[in-house]
């Protein structure tokens, strides 16, 4: 079964430190997400990328953040200068098409102290 | 802006009944709805998908879609412990905050 693969699958970080979170989507696939989750709270979407460019963000998606396909199989999210409410799960998801849901990777825990 | 609205729950069902999750958008644009299952400290996974207004059915499950009046919902028949999960409802790309379910022995 094709995954999607996520790395580090934990990360502390200083706050006002850069971090990038990596992201392997399953590798025919063409639309890519990120999405974060604070601890028990809602799967928040964040942004997505289609043909190499940002198709939709949302409210949370600032300047902070900023995402990259460095090469073909690598989907990055750069926090620029973290937050303690920057901690979170952050799950990579990708699909083949815009309307057949989304598989997940098993998510990144950053913790900024 | 573009909601997704589920009942918090939780929602109590005793194994072999049917369980019935509801969900509300506000983005009456959005063409492709989810169903996914969490279960505590994973990532979400995909039941089930459904793009056109009427019943989508697999298995134990069966999705609704009613884009005039902007609900989807999702049953499940015969309720299994194992079904015991967090249910989030998607208008693509948005979540809702799911319906924690308990399917009790």
């Not at chain 1, 073909?72 to 952050?90: C, H, P, Q, V, W």
């Not at chain 2, 958008?25 to 994973?42: A, V």
């Not at chain 2, 979400?44 to 609900?71: H, W």
Request: with cysteine.
């Amino acid at each position: 079964e094709p995954e999607v693969t996520q790395t580090p699958s934990h990360q502390v970080t200083q706050m006002g430190q850069e971090v990038i979170l990596r992201c392997v989507p399953i590798s025919n696939h063409l639309y890519f997400y990120w999405y974060r989750q604070i601890l028990g709270q809602k799967v928040e979407f964040l942004v997505s990328f289609y043909n190499n460019e940002i198709s939709e963000k949302s409210e949370i998606f600032d300047d902070q953040f900023s995402v990259e396909r460095p090469d073909g199989s690598n989907f990055t999210l750069k926090i620029r200068s973290t937050k303690l409410e920057d901690s979170a799960m952050y799950f990579c998801a990708s699909s083949d098409s815009h309307n057949y849901g989304y598989t997940f990777g098993s998510g990144t825990r950053l913790t900024v102290v | 802006q573009k909601e997704v609205e589920q009942n918090s729950g939780p929602l109590s069902v005793p194994e072999g009944a049917i369980a019935s999750l509801n969900c509300t958008y506000s983005d009456r644009g959005s063409q492709s709805f989810f169903w996914y299952r969490q279960y505590s400290g994973k990532s979400p996974e995909l039941i089930m998908f459904i793009y056109s207004n009427g019943d989508k059915e697999d298995g134990r499950f069966t999705a609704q879609l009613n884009k005039a009046s902007q609900y989807v919902s999702l049953l499940i028949r015969d309720s299994q412990p194992s079904d015991s999960a967090t249910y989030l409802c998607a208008s693509a790309p948005r979540f809702g905050a799911g319906t924690r379910l308990t399917v009790k022995p």
